[in-house]
């Protein structure tokens, strides 16, 4: 069957797609009206005069400079209503981009080390996620972060945080600062994340070079590479993620914001499709970098050219690659295959 379809019918595809999503960090999904309510609830000072000024300063030059306004919002999250009112916010946007299944992942350390429980963080955080499964239709699961600038000893410090809470969270990813910051710095907190259950991820190749997509595979032992679009550098590694089915967390409008690439139609997702890795579309902190999910697929489709054939793909990807269980896996593809079907596909 042809995947071609007009225009207007390919804008209605791509927004009623059934999606997973893979790669978002919830603290990046607050809004600033959000923030500034926060900040006013909490009696916390904003060093911006108001919501324009606050998001004019969202003019990024790399990702270092994003994440120092990223942990400076943070500080606005407070009490367990804060982050449950953080999350709930996001999981309501996931529910209007039709996406059924969220892995979403939080930067515990944020917090804490500002004297916030770890138990509010996680408790606020699985209250919305629990309370999606039923009241939104969305699937949504927590993924803990170590912080990549900070020791391998200040992560295991909270993996013991975590460990009482072991049923709330379904694994454990690396993000931050990337250049400078290995993945095998953390080898040893991997190891023992692995041991108790848990699945891995981690940040991988968005700044950083191929040989950091190296060892989170040799090393940390991941079952995914978040970004990842180094990749393309290094034919041998491409090969491997071909072989081995190893999803990419892509984040294109993240991409853009924090000059991965220049411009949309110069990014490396098409590209990857063709190849054959299982390549998925993110929004990575979509209150930063300019949209949610549909917003960012939009932007890439219209950018590279996707035609319904490429969306298909890259929700299946999306499923494929998640960490649903085998019965919700078959749930979500047959209903990517009743949706392409209303479309004649
Ligand atoms: N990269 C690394 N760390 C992050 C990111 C990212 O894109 N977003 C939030 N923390
Ligand atoms: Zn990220």
Not at 261 to 284: C, P, W, Y
């Amino acid at each position: 069957m042809s995947a071609v379809l007009a225009p207007d019918r390919l804008a209605e595809f791509l927004h009623g797609l059934p999606k997973a999503e893979l790669h978002m960090h919830i603290e990046g999904s607050l809004e600033p009206e959000l923030m500034f309510a926060m900040a006013q609830r909490n009696g916390i000072a904003l060093p911006y005069a108001d919501v324009e000024s606050l998001r004019a300063a969202y003019d990024f030059h790399n990702l270092q400079s994003f994440l120092d306004i990223y942990y400076a919002g943070a500080s606005v999250l407070q009490t367990e209503q804060d982050f449950f009112d953080m999350a709930w916010a996001y999981l309501l946007r996931a529910q209007a981009d039709h996406v059924v299944h969220v892995e979403m992942f939080f930067d515990p350390q944020t917090h804490t080390e500002r004297g916030v429980a770890f138990d509010t963080v996680i408790d606020g955080l699985k209250r919305a996620c629990d309370r999606a499964a039923g009241e939104l239709g969305v699937r949504a699961e927590l993924i803990l972060c170590f912080l990549r600038h900070l020791s391998e000893d200040e992560a295991f410090a909270t993996l013991e945080q975590a460990k009482p809470h072991l049923g709330k969270f379904i694994g454990v990813g690396l993000d931050s600062s990337e250049v400078g910051h290995p993945p095998e710095k953390f080898a040893r907190v991997f190891a023992e994340a692995r041991r108790l259950g848990l699945h891995v991820v981690a940040h991988a190749g968005e700044e950083g070079p191929p040989a950091y997509i190296w060892s989170a595979l040799d090393v940390l032992k991941v079952e995914r590479i978040d970004h990842g679009v180094q990749s393309l550098q290094d034919a041998a590694l491409v090969e491997r993620l071909v072989k081995e089915r190893m999803p990419l967390t892509v984040c294109p409008l993240s991409n853009i914001k924090l000059c991965v690439f220049e411009k949309m139609d110069q990014h490396n997702l098409r590209r990857m499709l063709d190849l054959g890795i299982v390549a998925t579309v993110n929004s990575d902190d979509p209150a930063y970098f300019g949209g949610y999910m549909n917003q960012n697929f939009r932007e890439t489709g219209a950018a590279l050219g996707l035609d319904a054939g490429h969306l298909r793909q890259l929700s299946a990807n999306s499923f494929e690659a998640s960490f649903a269980a085998a019965a919700d896996k078959q749930r979500y593809v047959d209903r990517l295959g009743e949706h392409c079907a209303a479309f004649g596909l």
